[in-house]
């Protein structure tokens, strides 16, 4: 029988059988998907599978598990050379960030979308909590530059707010259609944006710590859940960090959207935007027609000890 898994939780799914059943599945430690590229979840949401079927009431098991179109990546957290896959399968991801109460850097938002670039999967920017910011000018200067550096680099950029519903329909009507991934740090308010999108969710949400403005964990693990008729939404636990895994120090640039624009400009071939002679990337960031922020962040990704150096 064939279905989606809609939650997973290591040994076990939960999943949603062609036929409309909703059914708790084992899964086999025996799958090794995507180039045997080893991972703490063989199994994720949005996977489409295949189940054997339950006979007096066993637990059926997830026997299969189908090529996919995409999948989004982190490094683990408790397995540094292991890899957990947030999702499958998704149509668009939504970066949430917030300016405060906690404060996203640009290097979060940056390894979120560089990992959704090499994985092919379409992503936009959703900035939350704009009513705390509008009788702040440090604020709305800060909102501002966010704004441009991404919309610059080529990225749908949505300003909303859980609490008053600004722009919410907006965001809505650019879901429609789709199998959508939230995916951002703990307290940036996803599981109230969530609920503000759908309130017949009712997901739980968190406070922030005052000593550490920090947020508190509300979703464990990652679970897919249908708002509209063929929209979905993959809300994921709230991460501090994003490690990217699995990526090539000389494919990195490559990931960089607005670098694109000036391919096959610089004067080597080679070139990795750093101190070559007659790099366009680099006098294009001089000029301002790419972010002085996206280009230091691209250095400071390229320095990191993360990142493969070779093929």
Request: one cysteine or more; hydrophobic letters at 35%; proline letters at 3%.
């Amino acid at each position: 029988m064939k279905a989606l898994v809609i939650k997973s939780t290591g040994s076990f799914a939960s999943v949603r059988t062609s036929d409309g059943q909703f059914l708790d599945c084992r899964v086999k430690g025996i799958f090794r998907k995507d180039g045997g590229l080893r991972t703490t979840n063989p199994v994720a949401v949005g996977d489409r599978v295949t189940i054997s079927s339950a006979g007096n009431g066993e637990t059926p098991w997830i026997t299969e598990i189908e090529d996919r179109d995409n999948y989004l990546i982190r490094k683990s957290i408790n397995l540094s050379k292991e890899a957990h896959v947030l999702a499958a399968n998704i149509d668009r991801a939504y970066v949430l960030a917030t300016l405060h109460s906690p404060r996203t850097s640009m290097g979060f938002i940056d390894r979120v979308l560089l990992t959704c670039e090499a994985y092919h999967i379409s992503a936009a920017l959703v900035i939350n909590k704009a009513d705390l910011y509008r009788e702040n000018d440090k604020d709305l200067d800060l909102l501002a530059q966010y704004i441009d550096v991404y919309q610059q680099a080529g990225y749908p950029v949505f300003v909303v707010s859980a609490i008053d519903g600004m722009n919410i329909q907006e965001l809505k009507n650019d879901m429609q259609g789709k199998i959508c991934l939230f995916a951002g740090h703990s307290g940036s308010g996803k599981s109230s944006l969530i609920n503000r999108i759908c309130p017949d969710l009712k997901l739980r949400t968190g406070s922030i710590s005052d000593a550490h403005q920090k947020g508190k964990h509300t979703t464990t693990f990652a679970e897919l859940h249908e708002i509209l008729p063929d929209t979905y939404i993959i809300d994921t636990p709230g991460v501090k960090e994003f490690g990217v895994i699995d990526m090539d120090k000389t494919e990195m640039r490559h990931y960089f959207r607005e670098f694109r624009a000036f391919a096959g400009q610089c004067k080597f071939n080679n070139c990795m935007h750093l101190n070559e002679p007659g790099c366009a990337i680099r006098k294009a960031a001089e000029d301002g027609r790419i972010s002085a922020e996206r280009y230091s962040s691209y250095l400071g990704l390229l320095s990191s000890e993360e990142l493969n150096k070779t093929s």
